[in-house]
């Protein structure tokens, strides 16, 4: 069993910064592609931000320049640092991970963990 834990969220003003972890544990033989995405009230879960395991990037416009997706593979986690965060960066934070195990690939969540920017 795989679980991801994921930390770091809080209530932060406009312009701050804040950085969320992610550690994957349980059965793992090697991780792919990690991410962070985002749902706020009434929309749909986007994605925030990705890292493969060669070190490849990706964000969505709206956090480019302002995110930081980063990776420790020995300690099987992700971060995503977080700066000059504005209100509209506010949802539930989820951790993505897509770990191989027995020769197959398999998607895990985290909880989700809350971010709040306030004006």
């Known amino acids: 069993q795989v679980q991801l834990v994921e930390s770091g969220g809080g209530l932060v003003q406009a312009g701050g910064s804040l950085r969320l972890s992610c550690a994957a544990s349980?059965?793992?033989?090697?991780?792919?592609?990690m991410g962070w995405y985002r749902q706020a009230p009434g929309k749909q879960r986007e994605l925030v931000a990705g890292?493969?395991?060669?070190?490849?990037?990706n964000y969505a416009d709206s956090v480019k320049g302002r995110f930081t997706i980063s990776r420790d593979d020995a300690k099987n986690t992700v971060y995503l640092q977080m700066n000059s965060l504005k209100p509209e960066d506010t949802a539930v934070y989820y951790c993505?991970?897509?770990?191989?195990?027995?020769?197959?690939?398999?998607?895990?969540w985290g909880q989700g963990t809350q971010v709040t920017v306030s004006s």
């Open positions: 993505n991970a897509v770990i191989n195990n027995w020769g197959y690939e398999y998607d895990y």
């Open positions: 349980g059965s793992i033989f090697s991780i792919n592609t």
């Open positions: 890292i493969t395991s060669g070190g490849s990037t």
